[in-house]
């Protein structure tokens, strides 16, 4: 059996789901519409979440009490065919928002492999104006050091910090 949310109603395919997958900030009330710190003020924010538990490492110190438990009707994205979507969506973003655009990443979720964090450092190498931030569990294996080489590589503009005491 597959570890998973406990609200698999909320799971969404993002080649299937017609809605945008990086969501608006303003959708948010702890995140807002644009950004007001000072490195990246006036670029718009937006928002990924993915499945929790099915991305996360089984170390996270949040497993069992996990910030998903209490958000029943969070739409969450699966890992299928989401890295496509996400390359067309950023694009769109970045046409339409000349200032750039922010993403926090997983508010549920996590990086779940190497790959996918190679991904999310093509986009900077892509486009220059796009900001990530966002936490991670992972800790001590090649994703980890993955988040590490991207943080230290996009410095100004990849915050990825780790979540855990």
């Not at 438990?69 to 065919?81: E, K, Q, V």
């Not at 190497?114 to 796009?130: A, I, N, Q, R, S």
């Amino acid at each position: 059996m597959k570890i998973s949310t406990i609200y698999q109603k909320g799971i969404k395919s993002p080649a299937d789901n017609p809605s945008p997958i990086l969501k608006k900030g303003s959708s948010n009330a702890k995140l807002g519409f644009k950004v007001t710190a000072k490195k990246w003020t006036g670029k718009r924010l937006y928002s990924l979440t993915l499945v929790e538990r099915e991305t996360c490492p089984t170390s996270c110190h949040h497993w069992d009490d996990c910030y998903g438990n209490n958000m029943p009707f969070a739409h969450r994205f699966s890992i299928n065919g989401l890295k496509n979507r996400l390359r067309a969506e950023i694009d769109s973003l970045m046409q339409k928002h000349k200032e750039g655009i922010v993403i926090r990443l997983h508010v549920l979720g996590d990086f779940y492999s190497v790959g996918y964090v190679e991904f999310w450092e093509d986009m900077l190498f892509t486009h220059p104006k796009l900001c990530l931030f966002g936490y991670t569990a992972r800790r001590g294996d090649n994703i980890a050091n993955a988040i590490w080489l991207m943080n230290t590589r996009f410095s100004e503009r990849c915050v990825i910090r780790h979540s855990g005491n």
